[in-house]
């Protein structure tokens, strides 16, 4: 278990009665969930992400790293008291954990590297069919290579793979930094075309989310606009 860290994925979705709050309530609330994320992010990993704009079911999304899920347990306790989510939901949540790919010949970072962020990540959940687990382990290392290869034809994309298996519903979620979500677009369409996609059973909903500070993804809740990662 060494080096590995469990991440989750927190989506959540203001109503928009938080939006006809006063301003000064409004900002009193974002003050409270930065402040919780920033406690969070003095010793472990948090990233922000807006979603204004690219869904229509959630608007901001927290992706925290921890060891342990004491960490992760304890920042969710503080971001559900503050006065933000009491005009919010969590819409989606994803639960798992960073572990070497058995499939790579290259060694697979268990934390996100230094400057590895790119202005958007795409996250989904994803789970394969049964029929991927019956395949003698030397056939599922040949249909894994060809997807490898594929992926390494657009350098631009960065794929992170996270474990779930008996942690959360899915067995895997899957993020991939961009700086061009079309290349990503390409990217996708042509691993459809692939051996590997045929054992997938689902990998969605899929999330494009903007990559921001946690101030500057709460303020384009109620009207900032989120240009550049800060």
Not at 17 to 22: D, K, L
Request: aromatic share 10%.
């Amino acid at each position: 278990m060494a080096g590995r860290n469990f991440v989750k994925f927190t989506f959540i979705r203001v109503s928009p009665e938080w939006r006809r709050r006063a301003p000064e309530h409004r900002a009193q609330d974002k003050r409270e969930f930065a402040a919780a994320c920033r406690e969070f992010a003095d010793d472990h990993l948090l990233r922000a992400y807006s979603l204004v704009g690219t869904r229509g079911d959630t608007d901001l999304m927290i992706r925290a790293l921890a060891p342990s899920l004491d960490p992760i347990h304890e920042l969710h306790v503080l971001v559900n008291q503050t006065g933000l989510m009491a005009y919010a939901e969590i819409s989606h949540s994803y639960l798992a954990m960073t572990k070497e790919s058995i499939y790579s010949d290259e060694p697979q970072p268990l934390e996100p590297r230094p400057g590895s962020d790119a202005k958007y990540l795409i996250v989904y959940p994803m789970r394969k069919k049964r029929e991927w687990y019956l395949l003698p382990p030397e056939e599922r290392m040949r249909v894994m290579r060809g997807h490898i290869d594929t992926g390494r034809r657009y350098p631009g994309i960065e794929i992170n793979t996270a474990y779930s298996y008996g942690l959360d519903d899915q067995e895997f979620v899957v993020s991939f930094n961009a700086d061009e979500p079309g290349e990503f677009l390409d990217l996708v369409q042509e691993l459809r075309s692939t051996e590997s996609s045929s054992y997938t059973e689902s990998e969605t909903p899929i999330f494009t989310c903007i990559s921001s500070s946690p101030e500057r993804a709460l303020d384009a809740l109620d009207g900032e606009t989120v240009s550049q990662p800060a």
